[in-house]
C-alpha cells in the first residue's frame, strides 16, 4: 500500500498550490483520507479531511482558503490551497484511515504518503 504526494514547491504569499495524493495497492473508498502537515520544531497537526461521503473538516487557520476533494474512481485525494500565508510553510502529508468522521489526532491514521514540502515566502 503506497500514498504518493505531489504538487509542493515554492510560492509568494498570496499564491496557489494544488497537492495530490495518489494511492495505491488497495481502494481507500471506504476511509477517510487527510492532509497533516509538520513545520519545523512543531507537532504534525491536521489541515483537512474528508469522509468517504465527502463530508469535510478544516483546521480553522486555512477555513476558506483550503479546499479538500477526492475521486474515488482514480483513488486520490487532492488539497488545493489558495491565498497562501508563510506560516502555511510545513511538509504536508497525505494520510488514510478506515473511520467514518475524520480525526484529529495523527497517531490514529494508519496509511501515509511521504510528505511534500511547501514554502511561502513573504
Known amino acids: 500500500v503506497q500514498l504518493q504526494a505531489s504538487g509542493g514547491g515554492l510560492v509568494q504569499a498570496g499564491g496557489s498550490l494544488r497537492l495530490s495524493c495518489a494511492a495505491s495497492?488497495?481502494?481507500?473508498?471506504?476511509?477517510?483520507m487527510a492532509w497533516f502537515r509538520q513545520a519545523p520544531g512543531k507537532q504534525r497537526e491536521l489541515v483537512a479531511g474528508i469522509t468517504s461521503g465527502g463530508t469535510t473538516k478544516y483546521a480553522d487557520s486555512v477555513e476558506g482558503r483550503f479546499t479538500i476533494s477526492r475521486d474515488n474512481a482514480k483513488n486520490t485525494v487532492y488539497l488545493q490551497t489558495d491565498s497562501l500565508k508563510p506560516e502555511d510553510t510545513a511538509v504536508y502529508y497525505c494520510?488514510?484511515?478506515?473511520?467514518?468522521?475524520?480525526?484529529?489526532?495523527?497517531?490514529?491514521?494508519?496509511?501515509w504518503g511521504q510528505g511534500t514540502q511547501v514554502t511561502v515566502s513573504s
Open positions: 495497492g488497495r481502494t481507500f473508498s471506504g476511509h477517510v
Open positions: 494520510t488514510a484511515t478506515r473511520t467514518s468522521r475524520v480525526l484529529n489526532s495523527a497517531r490514529l491514521y494508519e496509511y
